[in-house]
């Protein structure tokens, strides 16, 4: 079999530095040869459709020994989950793109992306071409960076969020492009997934561009701009549809016994991509629930609400359940505090007159301290017989 040399890595003047005996495009084989070799193959593809300034940014980036990767990946997790706990302290939200985001679900979400890196084994990271291919060391610079204002934050967890996403996707795609037999369809999957893959590699590699000007600059500017982040999407979903296509097509040729076989990967990729699908769309599925529900439409139960009877309702004395309602209020104004605080206790215990008293104490702080009063509901036997 015909072998030429692929080039992989960068250097000086566009030359790539280290090379690599690896069979020619159209003959190259699945996984059942030599994956590691196939994987920096395809990431060769990948860089080569990049810009001279993609390649140039992302080679000073890139981490090529798995526990290297492992620690950056482990940095890159602490980084998230303290900007998940900066949008959570600051409740913020964003209109972007024409929905409104939740910025510490996008955070969560950034989270769970990562996490499903941090999971993969040495041995399988190793001959993962997303995995080997993405500059986390760049990724790790523009988590750690210093960001405090809404749009900010907004433009790097939104564009991270769909760029990890993608990413996994990616892990899917060649996980199952590796496994089909050498075909003229499988080439033309190769080609839409390495397509897809410098796309998102270009994105990153801006933002880390932006990253390297000076601080004052930084400062002044987000990573991406809305437009950037909605462009980006919309270049992806296009590029993952013709992904979709392709891995379609790819048991076309095949004898009966090989279509079965690839029949049975395609099943599994479509389980996978699902799974990932739902989690990247969870926050859209909120947003459209949001948008078709006008609180202020509907019906109300007039006289629930804990002050709809001026001072006829009880509340507790001053000098009375002091550590309880403490406890509440520490409850309240936590912004890690579970989503239910459970008070339970024998009938004529006191339980309404200490949710008046709390829903009272709520209502006065008028958002101070991130606390908010969303609802209340009560009932009044009296009324109710009456």
């Not at 590691?36 to 593809?45: C, F, T």
Request: proline fraction near 2%.
């Amino acid at each position: 079999m015909k072998t030429t040399p692929i080039l992989y890595g960068l250097a000086a003047g566009n030359e790539y530095l280290h090379t690599l005996n690896v069979t020619s495009s159209a003959a190259r084989i699945a996984s059942s040869s030599s994956p590691r070799i196939a994987s920096r193959d395809l990431v060769s593809d990948v860089f080569r459709r990049l810009s001279n300034d993609d390649r140039e940014t992302l080679q000073g980036h890139q981490l090529h020994s798995t526990s290297d990767i492992d620690l950056a990946l482990d940095e890159i997790l602490a980084a998230a989950k303290e900007k998940q706990g900066f949008c959570i302290a600051k409740r913020w939200t964003y209109t972007f793109a024409g929905r409104t985001v939740v910025l510490k679900e996008e955070a969560e979400k950034v989270v769970g992306w990562l996490n499903r890196f941090t999971a993969i084994g040495d041995v399988v990271a190793d001959v993962d071409p997303v995995h080997i291919g993405l500059p986390w060391a760049g990724i790790r610079l523009l988590f750690q960076a210093a960001v405090s204002e809404a749009n900010q934050m907004t433009s790097l967890l939104v564009g991270c969020e769909i760029a990890l996403y993608m990413a996994n996707r990616l892990r899917a795609y060649t996980d199952f492009l590796y496994r089909l037999p050498v075909t003229l369809t499988r080439t033309n999957l190769e080609t839409a997934v390495t397509e897809l893959y410098a796309h998102v590699l270009g994105f990153l590699a801006r933002a880390i561009r932006i990253y390297q000007t000076s601080t004052t600059r930084r400062a002044l500017h987000a990573f991406w701009t809305d437009s950037d982040v909605a462009g980006f999407e919309k270049v992806c979903k296009e590029l993952g549809v013709r992904v979709d296509i392709e891995a379609s097509n790819c048991d076309r040729t095949l004898s009966a016994q090989d279509r079965e076989r690839v029949g049975n990967l395609k099943q599994d990729l479509q389980e996978v991509l699902e799974e990932l699908r739902k989690s990247h769309r969870l926050q859209e599925s909120l947003d459209r629930l949001e948008t078709k529900l006008d609180l202020d439409k509907l019906p109300y139960a007039k006289g629930a609400m804990y002050n709809s009877y001026g001072d006829d309702q009880i509340i507790c004395h001053p000098a009375t359940r002091v550590d309880l309602l403490h406890e509440i209020y520490d409850w309240a104004r936590h912004p890690h505090s579970k989503s239910i605080f459970w008070l339970s206790g024998w009938a004529g215990i006191g339980k309404s007159t200490i949710s008046r008293t709390v829903a009272k104490w709520v209502a006065s702080q008028g958002g101070l301290g991130g606390v908010d009063l969303g609802a209340s509901s009560f009932l009044n036997a009296v009324k109710a017989i009456e």
